[in-house]
């Protein structure tokens, strides 16, 4: 016989005891959910049967119906005829009781010992313990008059509401209006929350649930707990179709799903406006330098004229250039102001400097001989390669006059520069 995920309804509860008839032993499967807990099954299992689990190897299930079993028809039989013969024997003592009159009237010459009896009854009212209030007794009094009750129960004492049995629709409905004091919210509070969940967490549920629509008789016997418990706790059906949590999540799906989409392109938009702005203020920057760059970058007004030397004297210059011993070393960094100040320093005592510069592509050394005749106002002479590197050389000029500032200020320090 298998157990499936409803676990153990009143039909499943009929059948082994209608096995129980012919054999003993009935043998279970337990299949889905209740197959998760197997301690709690046992438990459920012996006391909606009356019966003993005997063996167990995973979720099969040996249950024992007992050496004292009887059928629950013949059991319920016994049971009314024995309170019926109580009903009899208790009628002839009350008729013989009320027979003789006379027995009730006290004799006058026996005084009736009143005072005694009224301190043995005092006495007795002082000793007398305070009836035992079970718990689960009052809830089932908080659950009567709210709805029929969940059978099929696997959980303990009291049975929950079978909410699938309120009306879906109540004529009129209309969800209670709630009027609050100054300066309360509507909404609890996180500790407030925590409090109540860690109390809700060890009772008992009052309602049993198994559908997700159409539910105003539900919140109808809800708003009668709520005048006699602040808590109300449902319970979702196991087993029942259409009642599982998939199916009970798809109906909130969709509004989580929206909820999810504005919500995430909500921080998504507010990321892209964020990394605009830092984007902004980066390209404002990056302007403001740039402008400084290129005022620094603006060549001097005197340039000395390219056709002042013949081919001649080119050739010569050439020769005499790379025989020089003395030379000015260009690094990777490029073009500085100290390296002008150093050129016109040289262009003192000789008309030509010599400039080795260490570089792997041509265009590099192309642009730093643009910028070194237009920043110095000399003459350049010839590129050439040689083992060093690129050796420049540029002619300070016939007309040469070295200028009052021979560190221009369009240009980088030396510390800018190898920044």
Do not use: C, W
């Given at each position: 016989m298998r157990i499936k995920g409803a676990g153990v309804t009143q039909e499943v509860v009929d059948t082994i005891h209608e096995k129980w008839k012919t054999m003993e032993i009935v043998?279970?499967?337990?299949?889905?959910?209740?197959?998760?807990?197997?301690?709690?099954?046992?438990?459920?299992?012996?006391?909606?049967?009356?019966?003993?689990v005997i063996w167990r190897s995973g979720t099969s299930i040996s249950l024992y119906r007992g050496v004292s079993y009887e059928v629950p028809s013949v059991h319920l039989n016994k049971q009314i005829y024995k309170r019926n013969e109580m009903s009899t024997y208790s009628s002839p003592l009350v008729s013989d009781k009320t027979e003789d009159p006379s027995d009730l009237v006290p004799h006058k010459d026996v005084a009736p010992p009143q005072t005694n009896f009224e301190t043995a009854t005092e006495e007795h009212k002082n000793t007398e313990p305070l009836p035992e209030i079970k718990y689960e007794d009052e809830v089932d009094k908080l659950l009567e008059g709210l709805g029929p009750r969940y059978a099929d129960w696997p959980g303990c004492d009291p049975l929950p509401v079978d909410a699938d049995l309120l009306p879906g629709i109540v004529p009129g409905y209309q969800p209670p209006f709630r009027v609050l004091p100054y300066g309360v919210r509507s909404s609890l509070g996180l500790k407030e929350a925590t409090s109540l969940r860690r109390l809700a967490r060890v009772l008992p549920p009052h309602f049993a649930l198994g559908r997700s629509r159409q539910l105003q008789g539900l919140a109808v016997a809800m708003t009668k707990l709520w005048e006699k418990s602040s808590i109300a706790k449902i319970a979702l059906k196991r087993g029942v179709q259409l009642t599982t949590s998939e199916r009970m999540a798809e109906d909130l799906k969709e509004k989580v799903l929206k909820e999810v989409e504005i919500l995430r392109?909500?921080?998504?938009?507010?990321?892209?406006?964020?990394?605009?702005?830092?984007?902004?203020?980066?390209?404002?920057?990056?302007?403001?330098?740039?402008?400084?760059?290129?005022?620094?970058?603006?060549?001097?007004?005197?340039?000395?004229?390219?056709?002042?030397?013949?081919?001649?004297?080119r050739f010569m210059f050439r020769k005499l250039g790379l025989r020089m011993k003395t030379f000015l070393l260009l690094g990777r960094h490029g073009v500085f102001d100290g390296t002008i100040e150093n050129m016109h320093l040289h262009w003192k005592y000789r008309e030509l400097v010599k400039i080795i510069m260490k570089a792997k592509k041509f265009d590099q050394v192309k642009k730093v001989v643009i910028a070194l005749e237009a920043e110095s106002g000399g003459v350049f002479v010839f590129l050439d390669k040689i083992s060093e590197g690129y050796a420049i050389i540029v002619y300070r000029g016939k007309d040469y006059e070295r200028p009052s500032t021979i560190r221009p200020k369009n240009l980088l320090t030396k510390r800018r520069a190898l920044a």
């Open positions: 043998r279970l499967k337990v299949e889905g959910a209740p197959a998760l807990n197997m301690k709690r099954m046992h438990e459920i299992l012996e006391r909606k049967t009356g019966g003993l392109h909500a921080n998504l938009v507010r990321k892209l406006e964020k990394n605009l702005a830092f984007a902004e203020r980066k390209l404002l920057k990056a302007e403001q330098a740039l402008s400084k760059v290129e005022d620094y970058l603006k060549p001097a007004d005197r340039q000395a004229d390219p056709e002042s030397i013949t081919d001649e004297e």
